[in-house]
C-alpha cells in the first residue's frame, strides 16, 4: 500500500504485446537516468493508477530477466554494466511475479553511463519521477571528471613567479614554518618550495615546467587568476535573513589579492566572530576553539578544494544568524552517502588539498564530513544539508543552526491544527517540524533526520489520516511533500 513512484523508484508495466512480460524500451532510460543520479530501484510488472499501484503477472518473467542480462553485457546497448547477480530478483506478490532490480549509482569513472553508443544522445539523469536527456554540456563534463584524476596539476604557459601575490606566498611559509619548524622545506629557496607543495612543476617529457593551476589558484594575483581561470568567482555574503541584502560582503574587485589562500584567511575570521566559546582549559592554556569552528573551517576547506573552477557559478559562503551555507560548482566525485560516512577520500583538487593540509587544514583520508556532522550533532542541531544539484552543476552544504525539534516550532503547529498534531506518528510530526522549519520535505531529507527504516518513512508520508494534520494547517501534502531546494546562493 505503501509503494509509489519517486526519485529512487519506478515502476513499469513490462507486459509486451503478448502480455506474458517483456523488457520496455523505457527500462534503459531509467537504468541510465538512476545509475547517473544516486541509484534507485525499477520493478517490472507494476503499475501506478489513481487507485494506488496494481501488479501485473509476468509469465515469462525468466525471459525476462535473460534478455536484461543479455543487454548489459551488449556495449552496443549500454556503455556498463553495473549489475551483479544479487540486484536483480524475482518477487511475487498475491500470487504475481514480478522483477525487482536494483541499480547502483555509477562511479566517476563509469559516468556517464549511456545507452547506445553516442553519450551525448544517450545519457540521461533521474528528476523527481523522470528521467530526462542530459544537455551536451553536463556529459561533456562528466567525461571530463572520468578522465582526471586531477584538476589542478596542469601546468600553465606563460606563467611564472611575477603572478603570484608576494605577501600571501610570504604569510603561507611563516605560518608552514611555525606549525613545522624542523620540516626540511624550510630549507629550499621559493621555487623549490612551491615545486614541493605542488604550485610549481615540470613536465619530465617536454622538459616544459611553470606555475601549476593550483599554485595560481593559492597564491595567485588578482588579475593573473582572471587571465587563466576567467569564470573564477569566489564571494563570501553575511546576511541577517534569507530575503536581505548582505550587510557584509567579500568578493574580487581588485582591493585584495583575490587568491584561494587570502579568501580562506578572511571568510574564517568572518565566520567564527560571533561564535561564543566556553571557558576550557588544555594543560595551562585556554582552549580557543570548539567543535563548531572545526565543522565550519572543514566546510570551508571542502568547498575550496573539491571546486570545478572550469565551472560557471561562483565559490559562494553564506553566513546569517540561522546557518553558514557553501556552494562550489562540481558536482560530487563520491556518492553522498559513501562522502558522509567517510573513509574514502576523491579530491578534484589533490594540490590545493595538500597545501591546506601543510598547514594544518582539511583531512585527506575522508574525515572531513563525518568530523562535521559528528560536531553539529553534538550541538544537537539539525543534521547537515549536503545537495547535488545537476540542472546547475553545482553541490550545496548547508550547516543549520536549528535544534532538531525546536520547541518553538512544535508550540505553533499545535497551535495551528491542534489535536490533529499530537495524534500523528514520531516520523509524521518529524515531517510537520522540518516542514516548519525549512520550508519543505522529501523522503531523502527524512532519512537524514530520522534513523527509522526508509520503508518506514515511505508509510508514514502515505499514511491515510495525515492530511487531516496538513489540510487542518491549511497546507496540502503536495506543499509539504516538495522536493527540498535551498536558494541558489546557498541559503
Same mark, same amino acid.
Given at each position: 500500500?505503501?509503494?509509489?513512484?519517486?526519485?529512487?523508484v519506478e515502476l513499469k508495466t513490462a507486459?509486451?504485446?503478448?502480455?506474458?512480460?517483456?523488457?520496455?524500451?523505457?527500462?534503459?532510460?531509467?537504468?541510465?537516468?538512476?545509475?547517473?543520479?544516486?541509484?534507485?530501484?525499477?520493478?517490472?510488472?507494476?503499475?501506478?493508477?489513481?487507485?494506488?499501484?496494481i501488479f501485473h503477472d509476468l509469465p515469462?518473467?525468466?525471459?525476462?530477466?535473460?534478455?536484461?542480462?543479455?543487454?548489459?553485457?551488449?556495449?552496443?546497448?549500454?556503455?556498463? +554494466?553495473?549489475?551483479?547477480?544479487?540486484?536483480?530478483?524475482?518477487?511475487?506478490?498475491?500470487?504475481?511475479?514480478?522483477?525487482?532490480?536494483?541499480?547502483?549509482?555509477?562511479?566517476?569513472?563509469?559516468?556517464?553511463?549511456?545507452?547506445?553508443?553516442?553519450?551525448?544522445?544517450?545519457?540521461?539523469?533521474?528528476?523527481?519521477?523522470?528521467?530526462?536527456?542530459?544537455?551536451?554540456?553536463?556529459?561533456?563534463?562528466?567525461?571530463?571528471?572520468?578522465? +582526471?584524476?586531477?584538476?589542478?596539476?596542469?601546468?600553465?604557459?606563460?606563467?611564472?613567479?611575477?603572478?603570484?601575490?608576494?605577501?600571501?606566498?610570504?604569510?603561507?611559509?611563516?605560518?608552514?614554518?611555525?606549525?613545522?619548524?624542523?620540516?626540511?622545506?624550510?630549507?629550499?629557496?621559493?621555487?623549490?618550495?612551491?615545486?614541493?607543495?605542488?604550485?610549481?612543476?615540470?613536465?619530465?617529457?617536454?622538459?616544459?615546467?611553470?606555475?601549476?593551476?593550483?599554485?595560481?589558484?593559492?597564491?595567485?594575483?588578482?588579475?593573473?587568476?582572471?587571465?587563466?581561470?576567467?569564470?573564477?568567482?569566489?564571494?563570501?555574503?553575511?546576511?541577517?535573513?534569507?530575503? +536581505?541584502?548582505?550587510?557584509?560582503?567579500?568578493?574580487?574587485?581588485?582591493?585584495?589579492?583575490?587568491?584561494?589562500?587570502?579568501?580562506?584567511?578572511?571568510v574564517m575570521k568572518r565566520l567564527t566572530?560571533?561564535?561564543?566559546?566556553?571557558?576550557?582549559?588544555?594543560?595551562?592554556?585556554?582552549?580557543?576553539?570548539?567543535?563548531?569552528?572545526?565543522?565550519?573551517?572543514?566546510?570551508?576547506?571542502?568547498?575550496?578544494?573539491?571546486?570545478?573552477?572550469?565551472?560557471?557559478?561562483?565559490?559562494?559562503?553564506?553566513?546569517?544568524?540561522?546557518?553558514?551555507?557553501?556552494?562550489?560548482?562540481?558536482?560530487?566525485?563520491?556518492?553522498?552517502?559513501?562522502?558522509?560516512?567517510?573513509?574514502?577520500?576523491?579530491?578534484?583538487?589533490?594540490?590545493?588539498?595538500?597545501?591546506?593540509?601543510?598547514?594544518?587544514?582539511?583531512?585527506?583520508?575522508?574525515?572531513?564530513?563525518?568530523?562535521?556532522?559528528?560536531?553539529? +550533532?553534538?550541538?544537537?542541531?539539525?543534521?547537515?544539508?549536503?545537495?547535488?544539484?545537476?540542472?546547475?552543476?553545482?553541490?550545496?552544504?548547508?550547516?543549520?543552526?536549528?535544534?532538531?525539534?525546536?520547541?518553538?516550532?512544535?508550540?505553533?503547529?499545535?497551535?495551528?491544527?491542534?489535536?490533529?498534531?499530537?495524534?500523528?506518528?514520531?516520523?509524521?510530526?518529524?515531517?510537520?517540524?522540518?516542514?516548519?522549519?525549512?520550508?519543505?520535505?522529501?523522503?531523502?531529507?527524512?532519512?537524514?533526520?530520522?534513523?527509522?527504516?526508509?520503508?518506514?518513512?515511505?508509510?508514514?508520508?502515505?499514511?491515510?489520516?495525515?492530511?487531516?494534520?496538513?489540510?487542518?494547517?491549511?497546507?496540502?501534502?503536495?506543499?509539504?511533500?516538495?522536493?527540498?531546494?535551498?536558494?541558489?546562493?546557498?541559503?
Open positions: 500500500m505503501a509503494l509509489q513512484e519517486g526519485f529512487d507486459l509486451g504485446k503478448n502480455k506474458m512480460g517483456e523488457v520496455p524500451g523505457s527500462f534503459w532510460e531509467t537504468y541510465s537516468a538512476m545509475a547517473n543520479t544516486e541509484g534507485g530501484f525499477i520493478i517490472l510488472g507494476a503499475e501506478e493508477t489513481d487507485n494506488g499501484v515469462d518473467h525468466q525471459k525476462v530477466i535473460q534478455d536484461i542480462w543479455n543487454s548489459l553485457n551488449n556495449p552496443n546497448k549500454v556503455s556498463v +554494466n553495473l549489475l551483479q547477480n544479487r540486484d536483480i530478483e524475482l518477487m511475487s506478490i498475491d500470487g504475481k511475479n514480478g522483477i525487482l532490480v536494483r541499480v547502483p549509482q555509477a562511479s566517476r569513472k563509469q559516468r556517464p553511463v549511456y545507452i547506445g553508443q553516442n553519450p551525448l544522445t544517450g545519457t540521461y539523469r533521474r528528476n523527481n519521477e523522470g528521467d530526462y536527456r542530459c544537455p551536451p554540456d553536463l556529459v561533456k563534463q562528466m567525461l571530463g571528471e572520468q578522465a +582526471n584524476d586531477t584538476r589542478d596539476a596542469v601546468i600553465l604557459e606563460h606563467y611564472g613567479f611575477d603572478d603570484l601575490d608576494a605577501e600571501s606566498f610570504r604569510i603561507y611559509r611563516r605560518q608552514f614554518s611555525n606549525r613545522k619548524p624542523d620540516h626540511p622545506f624550510n630549507e629550499c629557496d621559493d621555487r623549490e618550495f612551491l615545486r614541493q607543495i605542488g604550485g610549481w612543476a615540470r613536465d619530465r617529457q617536454t622538459g616544459k615546467e611553470g606555475l601549476t593551476l593550483a599554485g595560481l589558484l593559492m597564491f595567485g594575483k588578482f588579475r593573473s587568476i582572471l587571465d587563466g581561470v576567467p569564470t573564477y568567482i569566489v564571494d563570501y555574503q553575511e546576511r541577517e535573513a534569507p530575503d +536581505n541584502r548582505w550587510i557584509d560582503r567579500v568578493t574580487i574587485e581588485g582591493s585584495w589579492s583575490g587568491n584561494l589562500y587570502d579568501f580562506y584567511r578572511i566572530t560571533d561564535l561564543k566559546v566556553p571557558f576550557q582549559l588544555k594543560g595551562d592554556e585556554r582552549v580557543e576553539e570548539t567543535p563548531v569552528h572545526e565543522a565550519l573551517r572543514e566546510a570551508l576547506v571542502n568547498t575550496l578544494i573539491h571546486a570545478d573552477y572550469s565551472g560557471n557559478c561562483s565559490i559562494l559562503v553564506v553566513k546569517r544568524p540561522d546557518l553558514f551555507g557553501f556552494r562550489n560548482p562540481g558536482l560530487m566525485r563520491l556518492p553522498k552517502a559513501e562522502a558522509i560516512k567517510g573513509g574514502v577520500s576523491d579530491c578534484r583538487n589533490r594540490n590545493l588539498q595538500k597545501m591546506f593540509q601543510l598547514i594544518g587544514l582539511g583531512e585527506q583520508a575522508g574525515s572531513g564530513f563525518p568530523k562535521i556532522y559528528r560536531n553539529w +550533532n553534538l550541538q544537537h542541531w539539525r543534521e547537515p544539508v549536503l545537495e547535488e544539484r545537476y540542472e546547475s552543476n553545482q553541490t550545496v552544504f548547508i550547516l543549520k543552526m536549528i535544534s532538531l525539534v525546536p520547541e518553538e516550532a512544535v508550540e505553533e503547529l499545535k497551535a495551528e491544527i491542534g489535536d490533529a498534531f499530537s495524534e500523528l506518528g514520531e516520523v509524521e510530526r518529524l515531517a510537520l517540524v522540518t516542514a516548519r522549519c525549512e520550508g519543505c520535505v522529501n523522503h531523502g531529507r527524512l532519512k537524514e533526520v530520522t534513523k527509522e527504516h526508509p520503508h518506514d518513512i515511505t508509510v508514514a508520508l502515505s499514511r491515510p489520516g495525515r492530511e487531516r494534520a496538513f489540510d487542518e494547517r491549511g497546507v496540502g501534502p503536495e506543499h509539504v511533500l516538495l522536493p527540498s531546494r535551498p536558494p541558489p546562493d546557498g541559503g
